[in-house]
């Protein structure tokens, strides 16, 4: 991975590599910024997690953080207007406030419970590579095991586990980064044991670093490029997540939301003889937009990152 | 072979072991309890009673090995808790098969609609057809299957009105929920089929049998294909028993009464018994469907044999 460059271009190689010395970050940089549809759906996600997240900063007025939760009495279901832009739900709630508070809701649980899965996949991984022979064996074979556990079944048990009336975020991304783990340990795993046999880390023994420390110091930041990629792949895959869980009642309750329990809530409201089609197709709408960026940005970062692309 | 299908079975009763002894601990720990309606408490001596009946006065780990030796001896997997006239064998028997059957239309539609996408999209690189199809396939993969379901009722269902909205008894109530739950999956089927086809088609047997003036066609059929579709084999397994088992999400908005939903209710009554008997289920089908992939690597990369694996 460190020695990694991009393939030579006809007539620019000497300048290119006599005159600027460029780092593998830089190259991927570049390649990233010449895939158009990536960068435009980084802006898309990063405009759409900034605005969603307006309304959970602290400090920002109660009147925006409270609007989705405002009933209006005689209002409901309506269509949208220049008062509610994306209408009304079925408590006459303005729909745009809800959709951006629960955007905001999405955005917390997708990054928060990567960032669980991150933080114990690479740790896990990184050991169990690092550590080698029998140990390693026994580390991998518990994640085999683990891998035959249904994915979903297990988010479920543990959000019926928790008490039904502790309404908090926390077991929800906790949920779902204990059970995404496993293929980011696989990952970092791989990559450690190339990594374990190069000559730093051999340096790093020899004055007597300890394992802790070699791991963390050195053997982690040589992983970043895969992690980084594997890592904006994880984000929309546990914000889907989230929404199926929302959507079959076990994720966020009322009277938060996110954008899966929206869509739920739209959902369920279609009839043939009464569509609101605004409560189904805003959130929706902003969920799909959000995970399709994401996925591309990706998808652009992973062929930014490893030029061979693979998948 | 065989030492390898012994092997593998050896580490699928290991794993359901485990699996299910990790559930039970879970469920069992849990708050709540399978007796208590919402609208009225249990009379305390039928609570005794019944947790005599189901073995609830036992302690946790003694209650689990009951579970594990009527599996073992009389195949029983228990009888359910809420509907207490049922045991799980009974409500397995009903629903799996619901799930089994929407889970291979789907299957079947996925790797059909992923190969073909993912066959045009790698023959013509770089060109409309690649650009539509990866685009369509990233779309697949990002929108949640409730979305693609609810698209799919209102324009097929109340727009178009050629197939019910949703139920479980007609021949055309399969088609939209097998849809929904199949685009997805042909998605990534459509993607991994596309790169597995660019990696292969540079190869020298390639440019052999295209020297050979074989048509275009024929190639990728026959040739490419073999190496190309090595990554979607490897895909299919836990694909093929998640498809199997049921999306949870298409089977509730279709109203399927599948295998998920079963599940799903069971989790949330504290049904202990319903939830093991699921988790069972669907371990062993997953495990299954992996020792399949194994084979037909084997079957399909000359490289790989039993002893590597």
Known sequence: MTKVAEKPRPGAIAQDDLVVGSSLFKDAMRRFLRNRLAVVCLVITVLSGVICMIPHLPGMPTSITEAHIITNHGQNNLGPSSEHWFGTDELGRDLFARVVYGGGISFQVAFLGTMVSLIIGVTYG??????????DNLMMRFVDILYGLPFMFVVILIMTVVKKETNSMIPIFMALGLVQWLTMARIARGQVLSLREQEFVTAARTIGASTPRIIFLHIIPNLLGPIIVYTTLTIPGTMLQESFLSFLGLGI??????????ASQGIQAVSPIASYWWQVLFPCGALALTLFSLNFVGDGLRDALDPKGRQ | MIAFLVRRFLWMIVTLLVITSVSWFMIRW???????????AVDPAVRTQLEREYRLDKTIPQQYFYWLKDIFTEGKLGRSMKSRDKTVNEIIAQSLPVSLALGSLSLLIAVYLGLATGLIAGA????????????????GISLPSFVLASGLIWVFAFELDWFPAAGWSKLKQVILPAIALALPYAAYISRLTRVGLLEVIGQDYIRTAEAKGLAEHVVIIKHALRGAILPVVSFMGPAAASIAVGSLVVEKIFFIPGLGQFFVKGAINRDYYLVMGTVLVYSMLLYV???????AYVAL???VNFETE
Do not use: K
């Open chain 2, 30 to 40: 849990a708050p709540g309890d399978p007796f208590n309606d919402e609208l009225r």
């Open chain 2, 124 to 139: 013509r690189q770089n060109t409309v057809w690649d650009y539509s199809s990866m685009s369509m396939a990233i779309l």
């Open chain 1, 253 to 262: 309750r009322e009277p938060h939301c996110s954008w899966g329990s929206l």
């Open chain 2, 289 to 295: 469907f992996n020792i399949l992939v194994d084979m």
């Open chain 1, 126 to 135: 990184a050991f169990a590579g690092y550590l080698g022979g029998r140990i």
């Open chain 2, 301 to 303: 990369d000359p490289r």
